[in-house]
C-alpha cells in the first residue's frame, strides 16, 4: 500500500540554524500539506500546497517558513533561523483532490509518520 | 469549519464496541464528517467519513444523524491496538487543511 514517508525521523539542531525536513508524498496525489504537534498538544496546520504555489497557510507558517517541491517527487519545509519552539512533530501528508473543487467528493489525507524536530 | 466537540476521553472493553460520540450542531451543508485517529505520536490516520449517510468501511462505522448535528464512530470490535485519540473533524468548503480538535483519548482494556 502506498504512503507518505518523511526524512529524517528524528532531527536535533541548534537554535538559529536553518533544518530542511523533506517529504516523499504518495505519487499520484496532488496537493501537500504540513502539519505539526508540539508535545502533548493539539496537531496543528502549517501549509498546503498545490501547483507549486501555496494554497493556505496559518498563522503559525511565518517568513522563518517554507516549502518547495523541488522535483517531481520530495515536498519539502524550510525553517530558515530555528527557536526553540519550533520543538515538535512535523508531519507532512497528502490527497488526491481538494475541497473546492467541483465534484469533490470528500476524501482522505494521507499523513506520513513525522520528524521530531528538536531545537536546542 | 464547523467546531465539534467530544469527549475528552472514553475506556472500552476488549472485543466490545466503541461508540465514540461527536458533536457538529453548526455543521453546514457541505462539510463533511471525518474521523481521524492518532496512535501514540504517530502521524494521524484516517478511518472514515460521511457526509449524510452511514458509512461503513473495514476499520469502522459512521452513523449520522438525520439532522447531521451529531455522529458516532463505532469500532464493532475494539482491539488492544484501537487505543488512541481519535479526532472528528467538520470540513469541507473550500479549505483543504484539516483544524484538529483534543479529540477523545480512547483506552481499550483487556
Known amino acids: 500500500e502506498p504512503e507518505v514517508t518523511q526524512t529524517p525521523s528524528h532531527q536535533v539542531t541548534q537554535m538559529g540554524q536553518e533544518v530542511i525536513l523533506r517529504c516523499v508524498p504518495i505519487s499520484n496525489h496532488l496537493y501537500f500539506y504540513w502539519y505539526r504537534q508540539i508535545l502533548g498538544q493539539k496537531v496543528e496546520f502549517l501549509v498546503s500546497f498545490y501547483n507549486n504555489e501555496i494554497s493556505e497557510k496559518s498563522e503559525i507558517f511565518d517568513d522563518q517558513f517554507s516549502v518547495e517541491r523541488p522535483d517531481g517527487s520530495n515536498f519539502t519545509l524550510k525553517i530558515r533561523s530555528t527557536k526553540l519552539e519550533d520543538s515538535a512533530m512535523y508531519f507532512c501528508a497528502s490527497s488526491t483532490t481538494h475541497p473546492g473543487l467541483a465534484g469533490w467528493g470528500g476524501n482522505e489525507q494521507f499523513f506520513g509518520p513525522g520528524t521530531r524536530l528538536t531545537v536546542l | 469549519d464547523a467546531k465539534t466537540t467530544q469527549p475528552p476521553s472514553m475506556d472500552c472493553a476488549e472485543g466490545r464496541a466503541a461508540n465514540l460520540p461527536c458533536n457538529h450542531s453548526t455543521i453546514s451543508g457541505n462539510e463533511y464528517v471525518y474521523w481521524y485517529r492518532q496512535i501514540h505520536s504517530q502521524g494521524p490516520q484516517y478511518i472514515i467519513h460521511?457526509?449524510?449517510n452511514n458509512e461503513t468501511n473495514e476499520m469502522a462505522s459512521l452513523i449520522i444523524t438525520e439532522d447531521r448535528k451529531s455522529s458516532t464512530l463505532i469500532l464493532p470490535h475494539a482491539t488492544l491496538r484501537d487505543t488512541a485519540v481519535y479526532y472528528c473533524?467538520?470540513?469541507?468548503?473550500?479549505?483543504?487543511?484539516?483544524?484538529f480538535g483534543k479529540g477523545t483519548k480512547l483506552s481499550v482494556k483487556p
Open positions: 460521511g457526509l449524510k
Open positions: 473533524i467538520a470540513r469541507g468548503g473550500s479549505q483543504g487543511n484539516l483544524i
